[in-house]
């Protein structure tokens, strides 16, 4: 069982930079792959980013990349996704999961077990 908490959303200028965070309580995370995802308002849920927290390894929606940073904290049971250059479009409710056995590069919400509660994102024009 998985128990996952974000913070840090907000309301921000295009241009700007937002760190959301995602405390994950769990026995152990060692096989498990955290994500990102989002949600716009009428829109289906979509994959943003994802890391394994064995190796650190990470994998971006094209849509984000050489923008958002994500990053896992072992000693704090954290992962953190820092976005930069922030446009309109990424305004969306942003929610952390996880999976014990989908790859980094499983980008469909099905493919995870535990969500968040979610954190809205907002970023005016």
């Known amino acids: 069982q998985v128990q996952l908490v974000e913070s840090g959303g907000g309301l921000v200028q295009a241009g700007g930079s937002l760190r959301l965070s995602c405390l994950a309580s769990?026995?152990?995370?060692?096989?498990?792959?955290l994500a990102w995802f989002r949600q716009a308002p009428g829109k289906e849920r979509e994959f943003v980013s994802s890391?394994?927290?064995?190796?650190?390894?990470?994998y971006y929606a094209d849509s984000v990349k050489g923008r958002f940073t994500i990053s896992r904290d072992n000693a704090k049971n954290t992962v953190s996704l820092q976005m930069n250059s922030l446009k309109p479009e990424d305004t969306a409710v942003y929610y952390c999961?996880?999976?014990?056995?989908?790859?980094?590069?499983?980008?469909?919400?099905?493919?995870?077990?535990?969500w968040g509660q979610g954190t809205q994102v907002t970023v005016s024009s």
């Open positions: 999961a996880a999976s014990f056995w989908a790859r980094i590069a499983s980008m469909s919400p099905s493919d995870f077990q535990y």
């Open positions: 769990a026995r152990t995370l060692g096989t498990y792959t």
């Open positions: 890391v394994a927290w064995s190796n650190g390894n990470t």
